[in-house]
């Protein structure tokens, strides 16, 4: 796809992602705020629902021939063109008045995520990429600056943030993470999409979780791959659709993933 369509394609996504944090940080801890159960058991806020309800009339009215998977109301259309939206990634941050959640929106074609943007309006920050365009961030003080994944290729000085223990738990991979937490520099669970921005920026080298949907890892493909990373599920398949993330530096990449491996 020519680079000049894409470059649209994430203006919009960024101008949906405006949309999004003025919805979301009005009700961001709010005296009022509704919170309910879904059917598995995960909270869902109003703030969820109204935000995915605004973004998809966004995209209806803009982009009326592409499709859309959100989390909230399931996918409509059949385009080879589908956005997917997370409207707040980390409700649960939310719903406690922890500032680290996320609106996710990413731009998939043909099944490969080519735009993502993941907005955090608490944190004062942005990140945004696009096939070909690299990637880039807004910090608090309003500064866009592009950024790369860092250079650390030594376990023993890798800092890693690998999200959820009762997943790994589940997964049968508990000892598989207390065995890589000995090797490394340090371990951290920064929570939800943040700790993938973070590998993108290159002040952390592992991010990874298992028990995703895709769309809680579409948005964080371009931007992690543009840094000049790698993202992949668990078990090394490309794209958001294989139920967990592993995302590194790249040079990393394959000792984490034999580290999990057996």
Do not use: C
């Not at 520099?185 to 952390?204: F, H, I, K, L, N």
């Amino acid at each position: 796809m020519p680079s000049s369509k894409l470059a649209d394609d994430l203006q919009f996504a960024l101008s949906l992602a405006d949309i999004a944090d003025a919805i979301s940080l009005d009700r961001f801890r709010a005296n009022d705020l509704e919170v309910s159960l879904k059917p598995d058991h995960t909270q869902v806020s109003d703030a969820d629902k109204a935000v995915e309800a605004s973004l998809r009339e966004s995209i209806e009215i803009n982009q009326p021939r592409d499709a859309i998977y959100g989390e909230e109301y399931g996918t409509v259309g059949s385009s080879t063109r589908q956005w997917i939206i997370d409207p707040i990634d980390g409700t649960a941050n939310f719903v406690r008045g922890v500032p680290v959640w996320t609106t996710l929106i990413a731009l998939a074609i043909d099944g490969d995520p080519v735009v993502g943007v993941v907005s955090a309006p608490a944190l004062g920050r942005r990140w945004w990429a696009a096939r070909g365009l690299g990637a880039h961030t807004r910090d608090i003080d309003g500064t866009i600056r592009g950024i790369r994944v860092s250079r650390v290729n030594s376990l023993s000085e890798t800092s890693v943030a690998m999200s959820g223990l009762d997943r790994f738990e589940q997964e049968g991979k508990l000892e598989h993470y207390l065995n890589l937490a000995r090797k490394v520099w340090r371990t951290r669970d920064y929570s939800d999409a943040w700790p993938y921005m973070m590998v993108a920026e290159g002040v952390v080298d592992v991010a990874g979780e298992y028990g995703l949907q895709p769309y809680d890892m579409a948005a964080l493909f371009p931007i992690v791959q543009e840094a000049g990373g790698l993202l992949t599920s668990m078990q090394g398949e490309q794209g958001p659709w294989h139920g967990s993330a592993l995302a590194t530096n790249g040079i990393l990449h394959e000792q984490i993933r034999a580290a999990f491996a057996s």
